[in-house]
């Protein structure tokens, strides 16, 4: 059966990037869910389904969906949420750009276990810019964007992914549910040389 998380995956690297142990150590733990988790996980499904149909979230609200295994029916606060969400990834997106959602990436080449998603991912061609975002449903603790290695990890593995000769790559995190002195939507530009260095690392 093909692994659905990669056991030293973006969401957990700065616990396995810090203590490498931790891997073989969590090993034949079960991971448990909860209700925030799924509702989290209902919360990109119904985002995933709104870019593949191209709809406004208003238009799913009460109604009963399935995207990618995953049944559930979205309320008004939820399609509040999500569309803030879309609206940053298509805020001011032209026909020259881009855009790939849940953009899946492989990098054995960098480790052997490495892989993931990204949540959406967008080419700027005129820019040179490459634009990786990461949805937070979560609602508790604020997320920053400088310096989250989950986000490095997934801005190198679209980076290797996607080949686009990026000059400049932009991590941007969506937590609308969530207070922050920026904003909803927080981003952090570096250089694509730096993430060769991320690579190194």
Same mark, same amino acid.
């Given at each position: 059966?093909?692994?659905?998380?990669?056991?030293?995956?973006?969401?957990?690297?700065?616990?396995?990037?810090?203590?490498?142990?931790?891997?073989?150590?969590?090993?034949?733990?079960?991971?448990?869910?909860?209700?925030?988790?799924?509702?989290?996980?209902?919360?990109?499904?119904?985002?995933?389904?709104?870019?593949?149909?191209?709809?406004?979230?208003?238009?799913?609200?009460?109604?009963?969906?399935?995207?990618?295994?995953?049944? !559930?029916?979205?309320? #008004?606060?939820?399609?509040?949420? *999500?569309?803030?969400?879309?609206?940053?990834? /298509?805020?001011? =997106?032209? %026909?020259?750009?881009?855009?790939?959602?849940?953009?899946?990436?492989?990098?054995?080449?960098?480790?052997?276990?490495?892989?993931?998603?990204?949540?959406?991912?967008?080419?700027?061609?005129?820019?040179?810019?490459?634009?990786?975002?990461? !949805?937070?449903?979560? #609602?508790?603790?604020?997320?920053? *964007?400088?310096?989250?290695?989950?986000?490095? /990890?997934?801005? =190198?593995? %679209?980076?290797?992914?996607?080949?686009?000769?990026?000059?400049?790559?932009?991590?941007?995190?969506?937590?609308?549910?969530?207070?922050?002195?920026?904003?909803?939507?927080?981003?952090?530009?570096?250089?694509?040389?730096?993430?060769?260095? !991320?690579?190194?690392?």
């Amino acid at each position: 059966m093909t692994e659905i998380h990669s056991k030293i995956g973006a969401s957990s690297m700065s616990r396995w990037s810090k203590c490498p142990g931790s891997v073989a150590l969590s090993k034949g733990i079960e991971s448990t869910s909860s209700r925030y988790a799924e509702e989290g996980s209902d919360a990109h499904a119904f985002a995933a389904l709104c870019l593949a149909m191209k709809k406004h979230a208003g238009y799913y609200v009460g109604k009963k969906m399935e995207y990618a295994g995953r049944q !559930f029916c979205a309320d #008004a606060e939820m399609a509040e949420h *999500v569309q803030v969400y879309l609206d940053t990834i /298509y805020l001011g =997106l032209t %026909a020259d750009d881009t855009m790939v959602f849940e953009h899946k990436f492989d990098l054995s080449e960098v480790h052997p276990g490495l892989f993931g998603t990204a949540d959406a991912v967008t080419w700027k061609p005129k820019e040179r810019l490459l634009i990786v975002d990461d !949805f937070k449903y979560g #609602a508790g603790i604020p997320v920053e *964007v400088e310096g989250n290695p989950q986000l490095m /990890y997934y801005a =190198l593995g %679209a980076l290797l992914a996607s080949n686009y000769p990026a000059r400049t790559v932009r991590m941007r995190i969506c937590q609308p549910r969530c207070d922050h002195p920026k904003g909803p939507v927080r981003h952090h530009d570096i250089d694509a040389i730096d993430l060769v260095d !991320f690579k190194a690392d």
